[in-house]
């Protein structure tokens, strides 16, 4: 049994030793530059872990890992072209270090490269690792859509919003843990069980993003706090925000929503400030917790003993107590 923090280092050995030998350079640079940057690696963790309740070669099964972790990287690098974002990890990102079409087409051959790594596997597991691995694909860019078109609503629920990013995120946590099952032979119930696991430790891991773009610390963060807010993000967060505000709460919440000019740092505060009286962040850790219980609840239906169940049971735990 490896530990999380083993993996880890596998799996940023096997980013740190990817062979870019195709042509033109230009091409792959931002690739490679995507996946050196950082980032907490928990896909392929989570892929490496699950596997690992079943067998003891979880390197054996670096490759699908790897290809998750580069499809995770292909989706922020085009959400960061969307959303004209400067900074990620603490560096420039891709359309801002080259330009808008370097980002397009790398990230395009980046999603590529993921599915190529994830098929290089045993032919007799490729139809269910493809089949949930492709699923996935399409559920994240509905759930980006989603996101999208919340932008311009403000009639958001918060079912809807948990719906989006069920997609967008909690899935590929996921599919993460089932393919890690697939790959180790697991029965279609132990998979099944996997999947929600992961699902729901994905609600609970975006809701504590939501939380952090509010509370964290901008320098563990990497990104300056408050983004959510400056961009009037529907999150989980500002929407109960406003089904809880008293009349004058949301009047004031309405006009920094609607102003058009603003200081941002005078906007992070202010929506700050109403966020701790009407009680949110409370509110958003409690609706984390409950996630992250019901997560624990389907790893306990997996059949295997609890001691190997040690592992992923603590890097979940981990992962709730997060600074960035």
């Known amino acids: 049994m490896y530990t999380s923090e083993e993996l880890l280092k596998k799996v940023n050995e096997a980013l740190d030793n990817l062979v870019y030998d195709r042509q033109p350079a230009s091409l792959y640079d931002p690739i490679r530059y995507v996946l050196s940057i950082g980032g907490k690696r928990v896909r392929p963790v989570?892929?490496?872990?699950?596997?690992?309740?079943?067998?003891?070669?979880?390197?054996?099964?670096?490759?699908?890992?790897?290809?998750?972790?580069?499809?995770?990287?292909?989706?922020?690098?085009?959400?960061?072209?969307?959303?004209?974002?400067?900074?990620?990890?603490?560096?420039?990102?891709?359309?801002?270090?080259?330009?808008?079409?370097?980002?397009?087409?790398?990230?395009?051959?980046?999603?590529?490269?993921?599915?190529?790594?994830?098929?290089?596997?045993?032919?007799?597991?490729?139809?269910?690792?493809?089949?949930?691995?492709?699923?996935?694909?399409?559920?994240?860019?509905?759930?980006?859509?989603?996101?999208?078109?919340?932008?311009?609503?403000n009639d958001v629920t918060e079912d809807e919003y948990i719906e989006m990013i069920r997609l967008?995120?909690?899935?590929?946590?996921?599919?993460?843990?089932?393919?890690?099952?697939?790959?180790?032979?697991?029965?279609?119930?132990?998979?099944?069980?996997?999947?929600?696991?992961?699902?729901?430790?994905?609600?609970?891991?975006?809701?504590?993003?939501d939380l952090l773009d509010v509370y964290g610390d901008p320098a563990v963060f990497g990104k300056n706090i408050g983004g959510d807010i400056t961009s009037n993000k529907k999150t989980y967060m500002l929407i109960n925000a406003f089904n809880r505000a008293t009349p004058a709460q949301r009047e004031e919440l309405t006009k920094w929503v609607e102003a058009k000019e603003f200081d941002r740092n005078e906007k992070v505060a202010a929506v700050t400030n109403l966020y701790n009286e009407i009680g949110i962040r409370k509110l958003c850790e409690q609706k984390m917790e409950q996630y992250y219980q019901e997560?624990?609840?389907?790893?306990?239906?997996?059949?295997?003993?609890?001691?190997?169940?040690?592992?992923?049971k603590a890097y979940a735990a981990d992962m709730m107590k997060r600074q960035s």
């Open 168 to 209: 967008k995120t909690s899935v590929l946590l996921a599919c993460a843990c089932k393919v890690g099952a697939i790959m180790a032979g697991a029965s279609a119930d132990d998979t099944d069980n996997l999947y929600k696991f992961g699902e729901k430790l994905g609600l609970a891991f975006q809701l504590q993003d």
């Open 295 to 312: 997560s624990l609840v389907y790893l306990a239906k997996v059949n295997v003993s609890e001691e190997r169940k040690a592992e992923l």
């Open 46 to 153: 989570l892929t490496l872990l699950s596997y690992n309740l079943y067998k003891d070669d979880p390197l054996s099964i670096m490759s699908q890992a790897i290809g998750l972790e580069t499809y995770h990287n292909f989706t922020l690098l085009h959400d960061d072209l969307m959303d004209n974002a400067d900074m990620r990890r603490g560096h420039e990102t891709v359309h801002k270090k080259w330009d808008a079409n370097r980002a397009i087409l790398s990230g395009d051959t980046m999603l590529l490269q993921a599915f190529e790594r994830v098929e290089e596997c045993d032919p007799t597991k490729l139809p269910d690792v493809f089949k949930v691995f492709i699923q996935t694909t399409l559920e994240i860019g509905e759930g980006q859509q989603l996101d999208v078109e919340f932008e311009t609503r």
